[in-house]
């Protein structure tokens, strides 16, 4: 969301946060509840019967979210995509552990290219590390890539 405040405004980011919590819960229809955790990241609880039944949750949310952008009061119509890491919440486990487990999950998810949804242990160790490994890389060059616009913008060379 960085992005779009940079490009349209607070106003423009903060219609394209409204769009995307009506669209999650219009997908969760009463199953679950969505709630922000902070910047760009949110979590979603549901009450599913199992892996399948959470795994076309995450792919309906991923495709309503492709294909239906926000739209400005000006008309600019915003395009928005969003990657998804999911876990089942078993007993005997703290909320902390399924928080882990999930945020590894969407490590996986951005590696894997974004715009996509991972279940928790899908993948081998070695693609894991390596999952955690190209996200953190990632994590660094767009920082490094929003430094470097923030430092032209306020030097008036970009």
Request: charged fraction near 25%; hydrophobic fraction near 45%.
């Amino acid at each position: 969301f960085k992005q779009i405040n940079d490009l349209y405004g607070h106003a423009g980011g903060d219609r394209a946060l409204s769009h995307f919590t009506r669209a999650v819960e219009t997908c969760l229809a009463g199953r679950g509840i969505i709630g922000r955790l902070g910047g760009e990241e949110f979590g979603i609880a549901v009450r599913v019967e199992g892996r399948l039944e959470v795994a076309e949750l995450a792919d309906e949310i991923c495709r309503t979210i492709r294909s239906t952008p926000a739209i400005l009061e000006n008309g600019t119509r915003i395009a928005l995509t969003v990657s998804i890491g999911v876990t089942l919440a078993e007993r005997n486990r703290s909320l902390s552990e399924i928080m882990a487990e999930a945020d590894t999950a969407l490590y996986e998810a951005k590696a894997a290219g974004r715009d996509r949804f991972c279940m928790a242990d899908s993948f081998p160790g070695s693609v894991l590390a390596s999952a955690r490994a190209l996200a953190g890389a990632a994590a660094q060059l767009r920082q490094a890539a929003d430094d470097i616009a923030d430092a032209r913008t306020l030097s008036g060379t970009g």
